[in-house]
């Protein structure tokens, strides 16, 4: 069945380590998100992508870094200049980004971070 | 530049008690798009509704029902004969008609008590 999957579902990195986050869907949408939750927190957005080879910076890129070589996938590095990167990473699609239909966007299950 | 504030951080009901989330936001635009979601303690968000803001019809879904006043800028939340189950965290988020941000409000955690 349809959906979108992320792994690991914890993670844990050691200071001064690259790390990367795995978001896959197979929902043929064209719209994928990465969104950092801390604890007590509303959802901010990292990095967008709208259509394969193509990414935009969210509200708090900075430290994150993401590729978009395939339509099914979106990962997210979290890189060591990240200053704070202990958090909840949620990984999200939508179909398009024009008209009613595209706005849903649908979630996967995160991965929680944290960082020794 | 878009708002929504949830100035409710937490609400604690025993079963069957109704309880209703409240949602203001901000906006410029004419044109736009209101959500909720709930947030299980699992940690998947779960789409719940989406509001045009053309339309002002209020909608019900079983126990879920949403109030939508424009002239306000709010987007109420009311759950009807709470369950244990619907403990969880719920956001409301907004969305301009163009580009695909979604700036959410804070969150209210409900918490149902047996």
């Known amino acids: 069945d349809g959906g979108i999957t992320q792994s690991p579902k914890y993670l844990f990195r050691k200071e001064g380590q690259n790390v990367t986050l795995s978001c896959e869907q197979n929902l043929n949408h064209d719209a994928m998100y990465w969104y950092r939750q801390d604890p007590g927190q509303g959802l901010r957005l990292i990095y967008y992508s709208q259509i394969v080879n193509d990414f935009q910076k969210g509200d708090i890129a900075e430290g994150y870094s993401v590729s978009r070589e395939k339509k099914e996938s979106f990962p997210l590095t979290v890189t060591s200049a990240q200053k704070n990167p202990t958090a909840f990473y949620l990984c999200a699609s939508s179909v398009g980004t024009s008209g009613s239909k595209g706005n849903e966007q649908f979630f996967g299950p995160g991965t929680r971070l944290t960082v020794l | 530049a878009q708002k929504v504030t949830q100035a409710q951080t937490e609400i604690s009901v025993v079963e069957k008690e109704d309880v209703t989330l409240d949602c203001v936001y901000e906006t410029r635009d004419t044109t736009y798009y209101l959500f909720w979601y709930k947030q299980p303690p699992s940690g998947e968000l779960v789409f719940l509704i989406r509001?045009?803001?053309?339309?002002?019809q209020n909608e019900i879904s079983g126990r879920y029902s949403w109030n939508f006043q424009k002239s306000t800028s709010s987007f109420n939340f009311t759950i009807t004969a709470s369950q244990v189950v619907d403990s969880a965290v719920y956001f409301c988020?907004?969305?301009?008609?163009?580009?695909?941000?979604?700036?959410f409000g804070g969150g209210t955690r409900v918490l149902v008590k047996p």
């Open positions: 509001r045009n803001s053309f339309d002002e």
């Open positions: 988020a907004l969305k301009r008609a163009a580009g695909n941000k979604l700036t």
